[in-house]
């Protein structure tokens, strides 16, 4: 178990979101009407953004580009009570996302990760890597060929250093064109692995029982939390062969707003009350509140 006070290192993507929500179907070919927001993004910072406004010391690692959307994402980290090791390329754009939000909710991305490509191993503040710390690692950062090897290499470090670690699996497309087994053997044996449904299912080929797909996913790693959407949240632990199923936070009529964030939320209010040791059932209905607020509104951060 890691230091409740110690800092949790969060490595990997930071974006800007064009959020863009349509008031009907998309229509192609022709005009689509919606309201459309900017936003910060990115799997990883927005982790360490939840992080650090529930009073954690959140350290974000990653890279932007040398434009005026860097220099304002990590204003927005500062502002938020993120530290920062940032890498600025001068090569790339700071990494950008469309997201296509439908009127459910549900949202479509299409991601151009610019300078989150440049993130290399040369990259990671290594004396930041100490004993009783904890590693998230967002998995966009294994699944980008060009950042892989900074994903793999924070991993490894944080095992040296006898950190506890955790990684999101990120996206169910990317994970399914890389191939399962390949994605597992760059993790390796992170102590908690994060994913949702979809992810769960490509990654054990298990997709109509994801209670069974979480437990075959402890041969691997000794903590494994898949999230479930509108079906809460269930854990298994290989240590104590224990299964917990937590209910999703209930929504009113109109309340869902934007999915945006929500897994990434979700896993800063989980790992936060892991970290104080709280019971488990209360530590998934910590991230499940978490994300709850996220989908309340637009856009995957507490502000920005």
Known sequence: ??????????????????????DGPLVTASDSPGR?????????????????AGGA??????????????????????????????????????????VLVDPTGERT??????ANSALTPMDLPTHEFAPGRHLHLSGYTILNPASRAAGVAALDLARRRG???????????????????????????PFMLIA??????????????PVAATRALTELCDQ?????????????????DRTIRVPAEQLAPGELIDTTGA????????????MRDEDPEDALAAGCRLAARVIRKVGGRPRG
């Open 1 to 22: 178990m890691a230091d409740a006070a110690a800092p949790i290192l969060v490595v990997g993507d930071l974006m800007v979101d064009v959020v863009a929500r349509l």
């Open 36 to 52: 459309i927001a900017m936003r910060g993004g990115g799997s990883a910072a927005n982790t360490a953004c939840w992080l650090a």
């Open 57 to 98: 010391d959140a350290l974000f690692v990653g890279c932007v580009g040398d434009d005026l959307p860097g220099r304002e994402a990590a204003e927005a980290l500062h502002a938020t009570g993120v530290r920062t090791a940032l890498k600025i390329d001068p090569s790339r754009p700071t990494g950008t996302v469309v």
């Open 109 to 114: 991305m299409v991601p151009d990760p610019g």
């Open 163 to 189: 950190m506890t670690t955790s990684v999101d699996v990120a996206s169910a497309g990317p994970l399914a064109a890389v191939g399962p087994d390949r994605f597992l053997d760059w993790i390796g044996d």
């Open 196 to 209: 949702n449904r979809d992810e769960a299912a490509v990654l054990t080929g298990i997709d109509d029982d």
């Open 224 to 240: 494994v939390v898949v999230k479930l959407g509108a079906d809460g949240v269930v854990r298994h632990d290989a240590l104590f």
């Open 263 to 274: 897994g990434d939320a979700f896993a800063a209010g989980y790992l936060a009350a892991w």
